[in-house]
């Protein structure tokens, strides 16, 4: 089935230890999202690629940075992780900005002790 | 002024019955869409049901259903029969492009279905 797959499921790490977040997607959408949610909250944006292109929200950290080396497969880097960066990551593909539904993935579950 | 407006943080219902989750935006624009997304506890977010403003029918999937007032920006999910498997956080979303056509989450409704 097409679908949005998130790796690993759940990462634990260590304050200020870098970590990568992958996420995959078989449905050939042309954007991809990374959300990161604290817990009972909505949502929140930090950044999403329109193919190539890189688009970062105005508050998203420095700390935080995104790659995207093909169509299908996006990362979400954390340089130097500190305590409140603890939260669920959801990344979300849609095939347009316009228009556009978005599907999520299941989230990577990062605690940083 | 909040976006999206959800006033209900928690609700209750007992199995099959039927339960109106609210939800309120604000907009200038004439087109627009409009989401529920479920969030079960620890799982995936998944859509429930999508609404363009330009519709004048209200959309409806299975047991879901919305009433659109697009003159009240008004956006409310109706779940009928209510299943335990219906328990999950409710965000109502809001996608238009003076909003740079990115998803506008509300608080979210946590909904809690009783057997």
């Known amino acids: 089935d097409a679908m949005v797959i998130q790796n690993p499921r759940y990462q634990v790490t260590q304050f200020g230890k870098p970590v990568t977040l992958s996420c995959s997607q078989t449905?050939?959408?042309?954007?991809m999202y990374w959300y990161q949610q604290k817990s009972s909250q909505a949502p929140k944006l930090l950044f999403h690629?329109?193919?190539?292109?890189?688009?970062n929200e105005a508050d998203t950290p420095d700390n935080f940075q995104s790659r995207r080396p093909n169509t299908s497969f996006c990362f979400l880097d954390i340089r130097s992780p500190g305590l409140g960066d603890t939260a669920m990551y959801l990344c979300a593909t849609s095939r347009e900005r316009v228009e556009n539904t978005q599907y999520f993935g299941p989230g990577t579950r990062l605690t940083v002790l | 002024a909040q976006t999206v407006t959800q006033s209900q943080p928690e609700m209750s219902v007992q199995e099959a019955e039927t339960v109106t989750l609210s939800c309120t935006y604000d907009?200038?624009?004439?087109?627009?869409?409009l989401f529920w997304y479920k969030q079960p506890p620890s799982r995936q977010m998944i859509l429930v049901i999508r609404q363009e403003a330009y519709k004048q029918q209200n959309a409806t999937e299975n047991r879901f259903s919305v009433n659109f007032q697009k003159a009240a920006k008004s956006f409310s999910l109706k779940i009928s029969d209510s299943q335990l498997g219906d328990t999950a956080m409710y965000f109502c979303a809001f996608l238009a492009m003076e909003y740079g056509n990115k998803l506008v989450f509300g608080a979210g409704t946590i909904l809690r279905v009783k057997s």
């Open positions: 690629y329109y193919d190539k292109d890189f688009n």
């Open positions: 907009t200038s624009e004439s087109n627009y869409y």
């Open positions: 449905l050939n959408h042309n954007v």
